[in-house]
């Protein structure tokens, strides 16, 4: 059982290029979450999906674009690399459970793709 | 809106002390709370929560918190660390508002143990 799997681990971008960001799961939750990691900032969440066909924006969703086209994946993608886009970027997924308990599991994360933008 | 402010940035520690990890929340609603461990270069990990119930929560490792809703505080404590404790730890709340369970953190607690 892999968890939550995030690819690529490390990527330096030039400015203007894109890329995406690979998050997949294999332990059938429904929920799945993208988050940013700045020093002295904690984690801030860019997009989020509660299904397939079903995501919603984060507290910093600019510069980024989700998609969720089966339970298992949910790549996030840069379209226009900025130097501010410098981060660590974490995946996440839980279980809602029933009658919204989700959170009774608790959030599976994967290990981290780290990004510089130069 | 909910917030949450873990007071310390660092927290140095001897092997073998105490420690105690401060962390305080707002939220206009019941909230659940969470307390996750990063060790280095990986990722987040659940150390405890707190949903209902018992207001001390015992988590992995040794850990334990105490949710209390008149200080609106959920602080993280072991008795005794070891070297192996060193990590940055991030105290998160959910109010659970809506069909997604969203998490916020903290700005995270490096804990740094020493001999």
């Known amino acids: 059982n892999a968890g939550v799997t995030q690819t690529p681990k490390f990527r330096i971008l030039k400015i203007g290029q894109s890329m995406t960001l690979q998050c997949t799961q294999d332990?059938?939750?429904?929920?799945m979450y993208w988050y940013r990691q700045d020093p002295g900032m904690g984690l801030k969440l860019i997009y989020y999906?509660?299904?397939?066909?079903?995501?919603d924006k984060g507290e910093v969703p600019n510069g980024y674009n989700v998609s969720r086209s089966t339970t298992e994946d949910f790549p996030l993608r840069l379209e226009l690399a900025a130097p501010s886009q410098t981060s660590v970027y974490f995946c996440?997924?839980?279980?809602?459970?029933?009658?919204?308990?989700?959170?009774?599991?608790?959030?599976?994360f994967g290990s981290g793709t780290r990004l510089t933008v130069v | 809106a909910q917030s949450v402010t873990q007071l310390d940035s660092q927290v140095p520690v001897f092997e073998e002390a105490p420690v105690e990890l401060r962390c305080n929340y707002s939220?206009?609603?019941?909230?659940?709370l969470f307390w996750y461990v990063q060790y280095p270069n990986q990722g987040l990990q659940l150390l405890l929560k707190?949903?209902?119930?018992?207001?001390l929560v015992k988590g992995i490792n040794g850990f334990e918190a105490e949710f209390n809703k008149s200080q609106t505080s959920f602080h993280l404590r072991k008795p005794s660390v070891h070297i192996s404790d060193t990590a940055e730890y991030f105290c998160?709340?959910?109010?659970?508002?809506?069909?997604?369970?969203?998490?916020?953190f903290g700005t995270g607690t490096r804990l740094q143990v020493t001999l």
């Open positions: 999906s509660v299904g397939a066909g079903i995501t």
């Open positions: 996440a997924s839980s279980y809602p459970g029933s009658g919204g308990q989700g959170l009774n599991y608790g959030y599976t």
């Open positions: 998160a709340v959910s109010d659970l508002v809506g069909t997604a369970s969203k998490l916020t």
């Open positions: 332990m059938n939750h429904n929920y």
């Open positions: 707190y949903l209902s119930g018992s207001t």
């Open positions: 939220s206009s609603v019941s909230v659940y």
